[in-house]
């Protein structure tokens, strides 16, 4: 045993934690040396702590808090996960966990909302993507890690949160009280817009994602002919690689959907397209916005490179970073961002997002009376009659809505329709 190591042991410090290789830095190559200068000082940290800090703190904790500590600083994705944390990530991604239904991250010592989860208590309270949560409760967020952050969102169900929120354009915080609840987020919801115009939400993506997608597609083909389909992926924080994968597997006929690029050789992979789209050639839309991230630009990158649909609303989130999770013992384990993900072409979205073909924001509408409500042609003393028609009318016309709640999906199904009058009108002789 070294001087060093013998010197580490004093310190309480696990040398089992160390791998033996790394240990004999002598034989190592230079570039595989440990710092052991830094691992002194690292020491001597820990000596301090232990012999003055202010209350008596156990080795294991204060391991723990270095392993935290150590993960925390690479990016805002990487995360050791204690056995509560870990549970909570495998509830999280099969659909059913406890908590308000957020998605959040760390940025710059507070908690930032990536989006909120569809029918949970978080988007029904008003909570929005971009919102900086500064206090939880009394507490304030400012110096905690995501840990301690999450585990004050959980609680038992029907008990009150009062979150404090800063919002942009907001000239004071936000109080808003959460209910906490048992969360069952749905994955995949569809509904016809109107006879021929499908609609599906996807609120995150889980495991099932990609079957019950081709579900519901295939329900809305059998209601009737599908004449264009929307794609709603707005506020979707992500989830599963694979499922997004087999989402645009649903709606390409072959080719590259996306490709990860990463130090280690098993993080440099490549997920293609299988021959036959289930969609065959409907004309497709997909809404995005600022809560849009990870898997769900996966969608809109891979669907925007092939040319295969029109993406409309807002910038997304800009997540592009893969995270692959690292069981240890006792239950516990690493979240650790692993590779850097690529669309088809070649553009990463880490920090810049997708951007959409046709910006669309949201916002609210209001119908403007007609001046001359009622009065046409055909009100007039005196018209002409209408002739002899030498054509049916080809097309059925379109009801006018009384009150327009979602602008961005109004705007869709209107381009959509468009895309379906064109693609159907015969050619004039």
Not at 10 to 30: I, N, R, S
Not at 103 to 132: C, N, W
Request: proline share 5%.
């Amino acid at each position: 045993m070294t001087r060093f190591t013998r010197y580490l042991a004093h310190c309480g410090l696990l040398l089992a934690l160390l791998p033996t290789p790394l240990l004999q830095a002598e034989e190592a190559p230079k570039d595989a040396r440990l710092p052991l200068e830094e691992l002194q000082l690292f020491a001597q940290v820990f000596e301090q702590i232990r012999a003055a800090y202010v209350e008596e703190i156990d080795d294991k904790t204060l391991i723990e808090n270095a392993i935290v500590g150590l993960l925390g600083e690479l990016d805002p994705h990487s995360a050791f996960l204690k056995e509560d944390s870990y549970k909570d990530l495998q509830e999280h991604t099969s659909g059913e966990f406890g908590g308000i239904g957020i998605e959040v991250s760390m940025e710059d010592g507070f908690i930032k909302v990536i989006s909120p989860i569809d029918d949970t208590p978080a988007s029904r309270s008003g909570i929005e993507s971009g919102d900086l949560i500064i206090k939880l409760d009394n507490h304030a967020v400012q110096g905690m890690d995501l840990e301690e952050a999450l585990n004050m969102m959980r609680g038992e169900k029907g008990t009150p949160l009062t979150l404090t929120i800063a919002r942009e354009n907001q000239h004071s915080p936000l109080i808003i009280t959460v209910i906490r609840d048992i969360i069952k987020t749905a994955s995949v919801r569809h509904k016809a817009l109107e006879e021929g115009f499908g609609y599906i939400r996807i609120a995150q993506f889980q495991a099932n994602t990609g079957e019950e997608f081709r579900h519901s597609i295939q329900v809305l083909k059998d209601k009737s002919p599908l004449k264009g389909l929307i794609l709603d992926l707005r506020n979707n924080p992500g989830g599963l690689l694979p499922a997004s994968v087999e989402v645009v597997d649903a709606m390409l006929d072959g080719g590259l959907v996306v490709y990860t690029e990463g130090r280690a050789p098993s993080s440099n992979t490549r997920f293609s397209a299988q021959p036959g789209e289930l969609l065959q050639d409907i004309p497709l839309i997909i809404l995005i916005n600022a809560g849009s991230a990870s898997a769900s630009e996966i969608v809109a990158g891979a669907i925007q490179d092939h040319h295969r649909g029109v993406i409309m609303g807002t910038g997304s989130f800009g997540k592009g970073s893969v995270q692959n999770i690292l069981p240890l013992s006792d239950g516990r384990a690493i979240k650790l961002t692993t590779a850097r993900y690529f669309t088809p072409n070649g553009r990463s979205i880490q920090a810049e997002g997708i951007q959409p073909d046709i910006w669309v924001d949201r916002g609210e509408i209001k119908l403007a009376a007609s001046p001359q409500a009622g009065i046409k042609e055909a009100d007039l003393a005196g018209h002409l009659s209408q002739g002899e028609t030498k054509s049916p009318a080809t097309h059925k016309p379109i009801k006018q809505r009384e009150k327009i709640k979602d602008y961005q999906l109004t705007e869709a199904l209107n381009l959509l329709k468009g895309l379906a009058i064109l693609s159907e009108q015969p050619p004039v002789n």
